[in-house]
Each structure stands twice: as structure tokens, then as C-alpha cells.
């Protein structure tokens, strides 16, 4: 059973950083795999940030955080990392885990494609 479980979120102001982990159990880091963290704001579609394949190597952004953010693993500790730099209050959402086996290549961000998800860490950027 893979189980996914966000930490790190909070409050914080405009122009300042976080750190999200994604802790990953009952999951083969052997194979070759897509792991995400998507996002969702209030009244708005769940849309994909990040994703990293094949033990890193590639990595996906979506274009409102390029620069700003960087995706990571760490495969002995089974852990995801989002690292969030100049964050804009547009960032404030409920940030997502999420994993599939399945190749998606630049369809990455297809929320649909993931098969485990974790509950979600919230996000919240002032002005």
C-alpha cells in the first residue's frame, strides 16, 4: 500500500521560502517513476507545479514557478522535497504529493495520470 504524507507548509510573506517533504512508504524507488506536487487554490482545478522522473533524472516545472522552485529526492530517506523561493501570494494553495509508474514524459502535470496521492500541506503567501 503506498501512502504519501506532506509536511512543511505554512504562513508566510511574500518573498519568502518553504520547504515541503513528501514522505513515501510502500513505494519501489527501483522503477522508473513519475513523483509530482500539485496544487490547489480555492474555487480553482488542482494543477501540476513540479514533477521529477527516473531518480531525478529530469525534472519538470510548470512556467509560474520556474526559477523560484526546485524539485528534489532523497532515496535512501523515501522523501520528496519541494524547496520554495520568492513565493507570490498567487502561491497560496494546498500542495499535494502524488506518484505514478505510469511514463507521462511532458504530460507530467496531467492530474488525472497519478495514481497516489498524499492529503496535502497548505500554503499560504502574504502581501
Known amino acids: 500500500q503506498v501512502q504519501l504524507v506532506e509536511s512543511g507548509g505554512g504562513s508566510v510573506q511574500a518573498g519568502g521560502s518553504l520547504r515541503l517533504s513528501c514522505a513515501a512508504s510502500g513505494w519501489n524507488y527501483n522503477k522508473y517513476y513519475y513523483m509530482g506536487w500539485f496544487r490547489q487554490a480555492p474555487g480553482k482545478e488542482r494543477e501540476g507545479v513540479a514533477a521529477?522522473?527516473?531518480?531525478?533524472?529530469?525534472?519538470y516545472y510548470t512556467d509560474s514557478v520556474k526559477g523560484r522552485f526546485t524539485i528534489s529526492q532523497d532515496n535512501a530517506k523515501n522523501t520528496l522535497y519541494l524547496q520554495m523561493n520568492s513565493l507570490k501570494p498567487e502561491d497560496t494553495a494546498l500542495y499535494y504529493c502524488a506518484a505514478t509508474p505510469k511514463f507521462l514524459g511532458i504530460m507530467w502535470y496531467q492530474v488525472k495520470e497519478y495514481n497516489y496521492w498524499g492529503q496535502g500541506t497548505q500554503v499560504t503567501v502574504s502581501s
Open positions: 521529477i522522473y527516473a531518480a531525478g533524472t529530469t525534472t
